[in-house]
């Protein structure tokens, strides 16, 4: 059974970082695609960051690009997504997702986890 573990949610002030983590089991997981998004109240779900866990090629939108960093750590089957210069905007639930394709676009995404909170304060 394919499981997706995100950790790492908090509160920070705006200004601040936070690092989520995205620990994966029960699939192959080299050479998958592994996507962090996010789902503000209100708001649809939008892709933030995805990696190709077999290069460690990676793909953000522009709205954390230059603030965010994904990353991953094959020996231990976890993703990252480092987050600075926070803002209030940024708050939302993160989710981690799996799939087979380098895209933000959530439907081409078989596996998601349960997501993590992040609150931002002004």
């Known amino acids: 059974q394919v499981q997706l573990l995100e950790s790492g949610g908090g509160s920070v002030q705006a200004g601040g970082s936070l690092r989520l983590s995205c620990a994966a089991s029960?699939?192959?997981?080299?050479?998958?695609?592994i996507g962090w998004f996010r789902q503000a109240p209100g708001k649809e779900r939008e892709g933030v960051a995805v990696?190709?866990?077999?290069?460690?090629?990676?793909y953000y939108a522009n709205s954390v690009k230059g603030r965010f960093t994904i990353s991953r750590d094959n020996a231990e089957n976890t993703v990252y997504l480092t987050m600075n210069s926070l803002k209030p905007e940024d708050t939302a639930m993160y989710y981690c997702a799996a799939g087979p394709l380098r895209t933000l676009i959530e439907r081409y995404y078989n596996y998601w986890g349960q997501g993590t909170q992040v609150t931002v304060s002004s």
């Open positions: 990696i190709y866990t077999g290069s460690g090629s990676t």
């Open positions: 029960g699939y192959t997981y080299s050479s998958n695609y």
